[in-house]
């Protein structure tokens, strides 16, 4: 009998642990028996509730290990799949940055590639001063418009002092028929001058003869009539009075055609 209190001790209190933390229908059933008639209940019932007790525990363990490993899969599928989409973002993220650092890299590439320092941009040098003044410490020389430039008016200098030398020349050539023309006028005009003279001088010449052979007529007619010279007429008219005048056949010819032979005489004296 005491063995049988003592079991049944112990099955109301892990029932009443059972029927606070399950709160089944059979668990009620079984404590309102056990309060009510404790004293009354015989051990063929306290067995089967007993049994009954260890079959629900049982059964109740069996469904929360079964929830227990259900609960432990969906918490490693949970963790599982967080993992993966951790890990996910963490490539990712990896990735973007890793592109993004290639994305800096070849921007900072193509800066270093095309940026005025590697190209030479002559536009780096202009002064803030002006487009004439220039920045010495970035100046990087002419540019291929400049140099053009500089080699177009280099040709056209070329051309036009080719131009001025073909004109001087050909103005050389034009001085050089004139002074030639000029020449041959000039040697024309003295051929005319000296057959102008020779005319003259022949001319002179006659008229000497002439007046030569007329003071020789006078003479031998002062000789013949007069008789009053003692010098030679025509040694005077044809020597003396040449030297003397360059118009002495002139006056020659004047005083031979005097009729005044004093007037003559005293002329003559005079030279």
């Not at 525990?57 to 899969?73: G, N, P, S, V």
């Not at 073909?166 to 050089?176: H, S, T, V």
Request: a positive charge.
């Amino acid at each position: 009998m005491t063995s049988k209190v003592s079991i049944f001790t112990e099955l109301r209190e892990s029932t009443i642990l059972v029927f606070d933390s399950s709160s089944t229908s059979i668990q009620a059933l079984v404590l309102l028996l056990l309060l009510s008639s404790c004293h009354v209940v015989c051990l063929k019932e306290i067995s089967l509730l007993y049994d009954l007790k260890r079959r629900e525990l049982d059964q109740r363990a069996c469904e929360l290990a079964k929830a227990e490993e259900r609960c432990k899969r969906a918490v490693n599928t949970a963790l599982r799949h967080y993992n993966e989409v951790l890990a996910a973002e963490q490539a990712e993220r990896a990735r973007i940055k890793k592109q993004h650092d290639e994305d800096d890299n070849a921007t900072e590439i193509a800066n270093c590639i095309y940026s005025d320092l590697l190209t030479e941009n002559p536009a780096q040098a202009t002064s803030a001063f002006g487009p004439h003044r220039i920045c010495p410490d970035r100046y990087k020389g002419l540019t291929q418009e400049q140099l053009d430039h500089i080699r177009k008016t280099q040709q056209l200098q070329v051309e036009e002092k080719k131009r001025l030398k073909a004109e001087e020349e050909e103005r050389n050539r034009e001085w050089d028929c004139q002074r030639v023309n000029a020449n041959k006028v000039g040697i024309l005009i003295e051929r005319q001058m000296e057959r102008a003279a020779r005319n003259a001088r022949e001319k002179i010449a006659q008229e000497n003869l002439r007046l030569a052979q007329d003071q020789m007529a006078f003479q031998q007619y002062l000789k013949d009539e007069v008789g009053y010279f003692s010098i030679s007429i025509s040694h005077l008219f044809l020597h003396a009075l040449p030297k003397r005048l360059s118009g002495g056949t002139k006056i020659a010819e004047m005083l031979f055609r005097s009729t005044n032979a004093n007037i003559s005489r005293r002329y003559f004296r005079s030279f």
